[in-house]
């Protein structure tokens, strides 16, 4: 998955660019498409970016979540399981740093997706909320239907596998930030303080690009 990830990143082309204004920006993720069209008798042709549909799940407080809730909104998604022994504690650890940094901007969003939603039920999440100490809106831990959440796992681009032979869930470990228009601009390694360091840095980077100042 790796592999994967680094092969999409070059896909983009540019790691970062320069606009007329100095602004850096950020790379657009996954999969496009050029689309050719007619603009006051001109052809033009227009690049589509892959975004991540619609949805519906339950957040900790038992209120429905879907797309249309982040709306205008950056947010960063991740997967994870509140009886992990492993990477989801130190993830969400590292996590802690970005809730701390922007829970005070409503145009932001965290949502943790639950690839456990069997044993994993609104009040266990918020137990888990209880523990990791937020609160709030800034940071959703979602539960929906399995079907619902490994599917949308593709379009992140992350890995998720329901219990192997030994018994154990396997997940990336990854922290995937999305912009206003639901596009991905970069993926970063949950389990590593130094990449949460940069996601966090990205966040204000991509906040700070024209059209998603304008957006809404």
């Not at 650890?93 to 922007?102: A, G, I, P, S, T």
Request: net charge positive; charged share 25%; aromatic share 10%.
């Amino acid at each position: 998955m790796k592999n994967l990830i680094g092969a999409l990143v070059i896909i983009a082309l540019y790691s970062s660019c320069k606009s007329n204004n100095q602004t850096t920006r950020l790379p657009i993720l996954g999969q496009r498409e050029p689309v050719t069209k007619t603009v006051d008798g001109k052809t033009v042709t227009d690049t589509v970016y892959s975004t991540i549909p619609d949805f519906k799940f339950v957040n900790q407080y038992a209120d429905t979540i879907t797309g249309k809730s982040l709306d205008g909104k950056i947010y960063v998604a991740d997967f994870f399981f509140t009886t992990c022994p492993s990477i989801c504690p130190v993830m969400h650890r590292n996590m802690l740093n970005v809730y701390k940094e922007f829970k005070n901007d409503d145009n932001f969003r965290i949502i943790s997706h639950s690839i456990d939603p069997k044993y994993d039920t609104v009040a266990v999440l918020k137990k888990y909320a209880d523990k990791l100490g937020i609160s709030g809106n800034t940071w959703w831990l979602l539960n929906g239907t399995k079907e619902q959440t490994y599917g949308i796992a593709k379009n992140y681009l992350v890995s998720v596998q329901e219990k192997n032979p030994q018994g154990e869930y396997i997940h990336d470990g990854y922290f995937i930030l999305v912009d206003k228009q639901k596009r991905l601009r970069g993926t970063y390694d949950g389990t590593d303080p130094a990449q949460v360091t940069k996601l966090i840095a990205d966040i204000k980077t991509l906040k700070e690009e024209p059209d998603m100042a304008s957006a809404k």
